[in-house]
């Protein structure tokens, strides 16, 4: 079945040190992977995709991402952590045969001063 | 600012009642979408819509129905609305059916 999976509810890290989001994919044609954030009250915001081509993705805020196909996961990552990153991030997948989004359930990020 | 706009912001209203949900998609976005996030549930894709036709059914309840119209605008009706229908509701539209998504909002549905 197709689906997709963040293993962490939270994380937690501290401000200046670098962060770490994971997820991963069920194998199923070819996937797009994306991300996307939510502040609090807001709707999500996209934040980077992987359709094709170079595996290391560059999107909003210095977020990245690498698509790893072997591993199937597209963990997204920040050098260095700003307490404004603090949010709930969302991790989804759609495949080329299909228009359905499957989103993660979620992983809460949380960045202490 | 996604482009994306839903109405209204916050709804309450009570149970068996009758709403109606509003989304206008970005200008020039064929498609849309709806979804439902519950702090139970998450997110949960309802239905989508492309240039007026359905494209694809979630988790969408026999109580739900949604139509794009030919302005592109699509309204969300929720009937016989519970307790359990409570939630944001989140519509985002995307310029064809692969494309990234852009979302609204949000209207924060509580049912009393």
């Known amino acids: 079945a197709q689906s997709v999976a963040q293993p962490e509810d939270q994380v937690n890290v501290a401000e200046g040190n670098p962060l770490t989001v994971k997820c991963t994919y069920s194998?199923?044609?070819?996937?797009?992977l994306f991300w996307y954030v939510q502040y609090p009250n807001r709707g999500l915001q996209f934040l980077l995709k992987?359709?094709?081509?170079?595996?290391l993705v560059k999107g909003s805020y210095g977020f990245e991402a690498e698509f790893n196909k072997s591993q199937t996961s597209f963990h997204l990552k920040k050098p260095s952590a700003l307490v404004s990153d603090s949010a709930l991030y969302f991790c989804a997948v759609k495949y080329s045969s299909a228009s359905k989004i499957i989103f993660g359930s979620g992983t809460r990020l949380s960045i202490r001063p | 600012d996604s482009g994306v706009t839903q109405t209204p912001k916050h709804l309450i209203t009570a149970t068996g009642q009758r709403v109606t949900l509003r989304c206008s998609p970005r200008?020039?976005?064929?498609?849309v979408y709806w979804y439902q996030q519950s702090l139970d549930q998450g997110l949960q894709f309802l239905i989508q819509y492309y240039n007026g036709e359905e494209r694809a059914k979630g988790n969408i309840l026999e109580r739900f129905s949604a139509q794009q119209f030919p302005d592109l605008h699509s309204e969300l009706n929720l009937s016989s609305l519970e307790l359990g229908d409570s939630a944001l509701y989140f519509c985002?539209?995307?310029?064809?059916?692969?494309?990234?998504?852009?979302f609204g909002p949000g209207t924060r549905l509580t049912v009393l």
């Open positions: 985002a539209s995307s310029l064809g059916l692969q494309d990234t998504q852009y």
């Open positions: 200008s020039g976005d064929l498609s």
């Open positions: 194998v199923s044609g070819n996937p797009y």
């Open positions: 992987y359709i094709t081509g170079d595996n």
